[in-house]
């Protein structure tokens, strides 16, 4: 079982929705989890980046820790074309040394 | 500021052969790690080093090595190249040691044939 598990979709949306994406980690060691989006045949950018557990918002998006539970979550709102993109989660800890991702899920935001 | 530079960008070899893949990092950036991203899959950490010492390494043999020099450009080494080798290859570099915040490049995407 991989320590990340990211929702594969692909997912489909009409412009304007607000989009949920999602991932599970086994690791209890994690403290740092990151969200980035990757672009076909281009490198990941970083979008959001969270500290242990709470909300942090910026824009249009949103980045949830639940370390109880072990549960993180990237919501976008009012959802552009241009968000089309592959989503990736990832996460470390202090003594890591590396980033864990998932898998990724694949995002279309229709016009 | 200038962003993270890897080079080449595509690149064709056959079975047993070494490639070497370069990276330049963000201006300021200290700390310089290495991913490989099969396709449909995230990308997996190969090693990562800061001040050019290796202070972490994945699941790769040691036929994949690397080199950061001490204007922090590095480069990742692949010998005896191996069909499962094919994939992008990405650099990221990070202002500090952790790691944790990656910026990546746009990758150097690596065919065996």
């Known amino acids: 079982q991989k320590e990340v598990e990211q929702d594969p979709g692909p997912l489909s949306v009409p412009e304007g929705a607000i989009v949920s994406l999602n991932c599970t980690y086994s690791?209890?060691?994690?403290?740092?989890f990151m969200w980035y989006r990757q672009y076909s045949r281009k490198g990941p950018e970083l979008l959001m980046y969270?500290?242990?557990?709470g909300n942090k918002e910026d824009g249009r998006f949103t980045a949830q820790v639940d370390k109880s539970s072990k549960y993180i979550s990237l919501f976008i709102r009012d959802s552009q074309p241009s968000d089309s993109a592959t989503y990736l989660c990832?996460?470390?800890?202090?003594?890591?040394?590396?980033?864990?991702f998932g898998d990724g899920t694949t995002l279309t935001v229709k016009p | 500021e200038t962003g993270v530079t890897q080079s080449p960008t595509h690149l064709i070899k056959t079975r047993g052969q070494q490639v070497t893949l370069r990276c330049s990092s963000q201006?300021?950036?200290?700390?310089v790690s290495w991913y490989q991203q099969a396709l449909g899959q995230g990308p997996q950490f190969i090693f990562q080093?800061?001040?050019?010492?290796?202070?972490g390494r994945g699941n790769f043999p040691p036929r994949f090595s690397g080199l950061q020099f001490p204007n922090y450009s590095s480069e990742l080494n692949v010998n005896a190249l191996e069909l499962d080798d094919s994939a992008l290859y990405l650099c990221?570099?990070?202002?500090?040691?952790?790691?944790?915040?990656?910026?990546f490049g746009s990758g150097t995407q690596l065919s065996v044939l």
């Open positions: 990221a570099s990070s202002p500090d040691p952790l790691g944790e915040k990656l910026f």
């Open positions: 690791n209890s060691a994690f403290q740092y």
């Open positions: 969270t500290y242990s557990s």
């Open positions: 990832a996460m470390t800890h202090t003594n890591a040394g590396k980033s864990t």
């Open positions: 201006s300021g950036h200290n700390t």
């Open positions: 080093y800061y001040r050019e010492e290796e202070n």
